[in-house]
Nanobody, 121 residues
């Protein structure tokens, strides 16, 4: 059974960068689309980036376009989220999840433990 583990979160100042990792075990991520979503306290969950199973298609939420980049390394069974120019509004718990196709609709039923990102001066 496929299990996803998120890591790489932390505390960073505004304008800083972090790279999140979504490592799969138990099964392969090959041909599976992956989405990074986030949940901030008191806010609805939000899909921020997705990548297709082939890696040829990516999509980003309007709030992160130009700042976040999603990429996959199928040899390492891992999907990454490079986050640059972080803002306080990016503070949230970040989750990765699989989809049939690239989608920015969060699948909360697919979430693991997530990784906390805090952007604060």
């Amino acid at each position: 059974q496929l299990q996803l583990v998120e890591s790489g979160g932390g505390v960073v100042q505004p304008g800083g960068s972090l790279r999140l990792s979504c490592a799969a075990s138990g099964s392969s991520l090959w041909y599976k689309a992956v989405t990074w979503s986030r949940q901030a306290p008191g806010k609805d969950s939000e899909g921020v980036a997705c990548i297709s199973g082939s890696g040829e298609t990516t999509d980003y939420g309007d709030s992160v376009k130009g700042r976040f980049t999603i990429a996959r390394d199928d040899a390492k069974n891992t999907v990454y989220l490079q986050m640059n120019n972080l803002k306080p509004d990016d503070t949230a718990v970040y989750y990765c999840e699989t989809h049939v196709a690239c989608s920015l609709i969060p699948r909360e039923d697919n979430w693991g433990q997530g990784t906390q990102v805090t952007v604060s001066s």
